[in-house]
Nanobody, 115 residues
Framework: QVQLVESGGGLVQPGGSLRLSCAASGSIFRLIAMGWYRQAPGNQRELIALISKFGNTNYGDSVKGRFTISRDDAKNTVYLQMNSLKPEDAAVYYC?????????WGQGTQVTVSS
């Protein structure tokens, strides 16, 4: 089992920045990738960014050039640096961890972008 705890969400003005954190615990040695998804009311959950155990990254088209995913293996934590935030970035952001034939989700953290 893997447990994920997200933090860092909140209210930010358009154009501002936030950094989300996802701390993993448990059987983290089994993980092959971690990432961030988001879901706004009435929308499907969408991929924001992924990072593999080898450090390869992948981003959703809507955030390329603005968001950066990174990880600190010593802290078992994945980060999502979000810059140039737009109102349409507002959503609940979820951390996901993937192992072979398994996936784990965090509880989500709310990001609100409003002036």
């Amino acid at each position: 089992q893997v447990q994920l705890v997200e933090s860092g969400g909140g209210l930010v003005q358009p154009g501002g920045s936030l950094r989300l954190s996802c701390a993993a615990s448990g059987s983290i040695f089994r993980l092959i990738a971690m990432g961030w998804y988001r879901q706004a009311p009435g929308n499907q959950r969408e991929l924001i960014a992924l990072i593999s155990k080898f450090g390869n990254t992948n981003y959703g088209d809507s955030v390329k050039g603005r968001f950066t995913i990174s990880r600190d293996d010593a802290k078992n934590t994945v980060y999502l640096q979000m810059n140039s935030l737009k109102p349409e970035d507002a959503a609940v952001y979820y951390c996901k961890a993937a192992a072979f034939r398994e996936e784990y989700w965090g509880q989500g953290t709310q990001v609100t972008v409003s002036s």
